[in-house]
């Protein structure tokens, strides 16, 4: 089973998408796999998905929503630990989009230019769009995306030092200038630009 958030949040088993329910039960299954294999409380699921003003029947509602998703993604993933749930996700087999990532980010960064390149094409087609792009306006989601956002450019930049030190500098120009009306603040995009021109 994999849990994706490197774009719209979706749990795929064997290639295909798993139908998770509505906005809320999709919310919560979104918290949950954002603290992977840690217990979070029933307490903290209302507050992340209803806010600051939940229903009196939003505890009851997770438990049933709880159920609902175990039934979508079988037995032994979302388990009942004191005082909430687990969802327990293996890390070590790339279950989860985001660690494949940075664990291919980490992997390139020693490479020569060329297999620095190849692999951080490989992380970077991991991004289906924007991170958890159907919670881009939910709190719990925030601090997540923007981590995610920063690793994402970090990646980029990498993949454009690697294209300069092969001499690929006309390839990149296109991109760097596209990047650079996105981010006018990132020094190293503007710094790659020069180089590249």
Not at 36 to 51: F, I, K, M, T, Y
């Amino acid at each position: 089973m994999e849990f994706c958030i490197l774009g719209p949040f979706e749990v795929r088993h064997e290639g295909r998408a798993i139908g998770i329910g509505g906005a809320k039960q999709r919310a919560l299954l979104a918290v949950l796999t954002l603290h992977a294999n840690e217990v979070v409380s029933v307490d903290r699921l209302v507050h992340e998905v209803w806010g600051e003003q939940p229903s009196p029947n939003a505890p009851k509602t997770v438990h049933v929503y709880v159920s609902g998703l175990r039934n979508a993604l079988g037995d032994g993933v979302l388990v009942t630990l004191a005082p909430g749930y687990v969802l327990e996700i293996e890390i070590e087999h790339a279950s989860l989009d985001s660690r494949r990532f940075e664990s291919l980010l980490r992997d390139s960064r020693p490479a020569d230019p060329a297999r620095k390149s190849a692999l951080l094409d490989e992380t970077l087609s991991l991004w289906r769009g924007p991170a958890l792009a159907d919670f881009a306006y939910e709190p719990f989601a925030q601090a997540e995306i923007g981590r995610l956002e920063e690793l994402r450019l970090t990646a980029v930049e990498e993949r454009i030092d690697a294209f300069l030190a092969r001499g690929d500098h006309a390839d990149v120009v296109g991109d760097l200038e596209s990047l650079v009306a996105l981010h006018p603040l990132r020094e190293r995009l503007r710094g790659q630009l020069m180089l590249a021109l």
